[in-house]
């Protein structure tokens, strides 16, 4: 858990541009010291070609057949094309795609509007619409390493969790308000968070939910001393139906670390 507000706040840092970070306060040093962090986080083996480039691991006519909708209509992005310049060689272990992803998108062409609660007090009108995620390789040398990684875990470690995440933080240069910033956006990502194993997908499977994502969900995939995620939130759907999009997804990416 101490790697969730580090990796939340890294990701803020390296999705930003110079600009962003400058208007945020976030120095030089600080921009440096997350890049550093991403740089030595990365996955192994099959799925090497792919993590720099992860949107070739699965095209968008075959996310459209899966969802039920038109090819046309998906929005690939690779959500970290700039961080991919950190690697050079393709087919060489890439030590920034524990943070890489590709995004497909699409909005309803009826133009149909849905209430979006953001917080407990707070709910915006949103286009219909969904999203799928793939990628955050990620290596791992056991089932048994998968299982303590991905588990459900006391309130009391959340806890202890975050304040190690702040002395972690402290000691990178991150400022205080920088810190809370993190621990409070991490503490609402594991709210209500929920971890369930999952038979017949690769070699281990874990489907992850919380308060946050609704009726999206996460799931992790471990194959040949791997995990990979696939994130599916889909409007109007209810969280049997993202999972079951998520396997399909997930079927499609094991294809190619077969």
């Not at 390296?14 to 030595?40: L, P, R």
Request: with cysteine; proline share 2%.
């Amino acid at each position: 858990m101490k790697k969730i507000s580090i990796f939340i706040f890294t990701l803020v840092l390296i999705s930003c541009s110079k600009e962003e970070q400058k208007k945020a306060g976030v120095s030089d040093e600080t921009a440096k010291e997350a890049e550093k962090i991403v740089s030595k986080n990365g996955g192994e083996g099959c799925y090497i070609p792919y993590q720099a480039k992860a949107c070739e691991l699965v095209d968008k006519t075959t996310i459209a057949q899966i969802v039920g909708i038109e090819a046309k209509d998906i929005e690939v992005k690779d959500a970290m094309k700039e961080l991919h310049e950190m690697g050079k060689n393709k087919d060489k272990p890439y030590k920034g795609s524990e943070y890489a992803n590709c995004d497909y998108s699409w909005k309803d062409k009826s133009g149909k509007t849905y209430k979006k609660k953001v917080t407990d007090k707070i709910s915006v009108d949103m286009p219909v619409g969904g999203y799928v995620q793939i990628g955050n390789f990620t290596p791992m040398k056991s089932i048994e390493s998968f299982k303590q990684m991905y588990r459900n875990v006391s309130q009391e470690e959340v806890n202890k969790a975050f304040d190690k995440a702040d002395d972690k933080l402290k000691e990178k240069g991150f400022d205080n308000k920088q810190i809370t910033n993190a621990k409070e956006l991490g503490k609402e990502l594991t709210a209500g968070r929920n971890v369930t194993y999952l038979e017949g997908i690769g070699e281990a499977a874990a489907l992850i939910t919380s308060k946050m994502t609704g009726e999206g969900v996460e799931l992790i995939v471990l194959i040949n001393g791997n995990t990979f995620k696939v994130s599916v939130n889909i409007d109007l759907k209810n969280q049997a139906e993202n999972l079951s999009v998520a396997k399909e997804v997930a079927k499609e990416v094991l294809k190619k670390c077969e």
